[in-house]
């Protein structure tokens, strides 16, 4: 038999991971942004927001009908502490100057990709959920062995996920026009980086092979 990571997707063996498309670092008002003035905000955002509203949150909207309507888990994981100041986040995260309070609107689901029904968000305080969750745990009991990945940022908590995945044995889809950073070229050299650790296919093409089972 032939290992290989170019397997397409089982809907019930499987589920579409979002990471932290949240209202802290997805939305113009959130905590990420909160001190920039508004040339900064541009200077430095401008193409992120334009590439995330116009084209990636589309994009992530599709896979979440498509994977919802073939019987796939959806799943969601946002940055947030387990406590209001942050006294539980990693050091990384501490450094940085990442707090997103417990229960804060900054630690939502963006409305446009909102959870519905009993979907799992599970809460994650550093850059790999695998690392601050118990997601592989919850994965296992749901019968979950292939994980598709979708979210922010490309080469950062999406690049830990996919690394941590693969390494617990999983087979990880990403979604290349369903993730974004906050430039072209550093998403390009993440997918670069990381392409030998997953199966990379378009939102598109995600669709056409769960239509094409059903």
Same mark, same amino acid.
């Given at each position: ?49 334009? #590439? *995330? ?7 992530? =909207?599709?896979?979440?009908? %498509?994977? &919802?309507? $073939? ?74 062995? #292939? *994980? ?7 080469? =950062?908590?999406?690049?830990? %996920?996919? &690394?941590? $995945? ?49």
């Amino acid at each position: 038999m032939t290992l290989t990571r170019d397997v397409p997707l089982e809907p019930a063996h499987s589920a579409l991971l979002f990471i932290d498309v949240q209202n802290f670092s997805a939305e113009r008002e959130g905590a990420e942004f909160k001190d920039l003035s508004p040339d900064v905000m541009e200077e430095k955002y401008g193409w992120y927001f334009e #590439q *995330l509203n116009g084209r990636v949150i589309p994009n992530m =909207q599709t896979i979440q009908k %498509a994977t &919802r309507a $073939a019987g796939v888990e959806v799943m969601y994981t946002t940055i947030e502490s387990l406590t209001l100041d942050g006294r539980d986040r990693s050091l990384d995260y501490k450094i940085t100057g990442f707090n997103v309070p417990k229960g804060s609107w900054d630690g939502k689901v963006i409305d446009r990709i909102a959870p519905q029904g009993d979907e799992i968000v599970l809460p994650k305080s550093s850059s790999s959920v695998f690392v601050s969750t118990h997601i592989d745990y919850i994965l296992r009991n749901l019968g979950v062995r #292939q *994980l598709v990945i979708a979210g922010l940022i490309t080469d =950062q908590c999406v690049e830990s %996920a996919i &690394r941590d $995945a693969c390494d617990l044995g999983y087979l990880v889809t990403q979604v290349t026009d369903a993730c974004l950073t906050y430039s072209q070229a550093r998403h390009d050299n993440s997918l670069n980086a990381i392409k030998g650790y997953c199966r990379q296919i378009t939102s598109a093409e995600l669709v056409a092979e769960l239509e094409a089972q059903t």
